[in-house]
Structure formats: structure tokens, C-alpha cells
Nanobody, 116 residues
Framework: QVQVVESGGGLVQAGESLRLSCTASGNIFSGNAMAWYRQAPGKQRAVVATISNGGGTDYVDSVKGRFTISRDNAKNTVYLEMTSLKPEDTADYYC??????????WGQGTQVTVSS
């Protein structure tokens, strides 16, 4: 049974930084483009950043220049470095495949709360 585990969230003030991590049982990330998603209260889950198996990255406009996605295939881990956090970044953050046609089972997510 594949299990994805996100961690690193917390309560921070605007302007501060957090580093999220995503790991899974087994070497399941290698070969897959991966992504971080977030779901704010009352809103649908939406992609924030993607990274190809080769390391190419893409971001939604609202986080460009502030967030950095990276991966370590040897450790089967995907990261999201978040800087200059804003209250509108408050959400539950999840990682999964970038291609949603056959996603992994969703993990519990990690909560990020940014106070003004």
C-alpha cells in the first residue's frame, strides 16, 4: 500500500519561511513528475508547483520567486521551500504526481498557517 507523508507545516508570521517535505514508502517518486498542491479553507485543491523527473520546474504565478520545489530521488523525497510567506498562502499542502490521471493515494497533508 503506497503511503505518502507530508511534513514541515506550521504557524508562522507573514514574511517568514517554511520547508515542506514529502516522502513515501517505497521508491515510487522516481520516474514521475511530482507536484505540490494546496487547499485553502472553502476552496478546491490546486497545484502550486511541479517538478519533472529531470528537475524542470514550474510554478503558479502567485508563488513565483517565493517558492522552490526540488526533489531527491535517492531519498524518495520532494521538497517545497517557501519564503516571504503571505496570509493567502494559508492552506493544507499535499504532494502527489503532477499527472492526475493516476494519482497516488492522497496523504494527510501538512497545514500551513500564515498570520499577518
Amino acid at each position: 500500500q503506497v503511503q505518502v507523508v507530508e511534513s514541515g507545516g506550521g504557524l508562522v508570521q507573514a514574511g517568514e519561511s517554511l520547508r515542506l517535505s514529502c516522502t513515501a514508502s517505497g521508491n515510487i517518486f522516481s520516474g514521475n513528475a511530482m507536484a505540490w498542491y494546496r487547499q485553502a479553507p472553502g476552496k478546491q485543491r490546486a497545484v502550486v508547483a511541479t517538478i519533472s523527473n529531470g528537475g524542470g520546474t514550474d510554478y503558479v504565478d502567485s508563488v513565483k520567486g517565493r517558492f522552490t520545489i526540488s526533489r531527491d530521488n535517492a531519498k524518495n523525497t520532494v521538497y517545497l521551500e517557501m519564503t516571504s510567506l503571505k496570509p493567502e498562502d494559508t492552506a493544507d499542502y499535499y504532494c502527489n504526481k503532477a499527472n492526475m490521471r493516476s494519482p497516488f493515494p492522497w496523504g494527510q497533508g501538512t497545514q500551513v498557517t500564515v498570520s499577518s
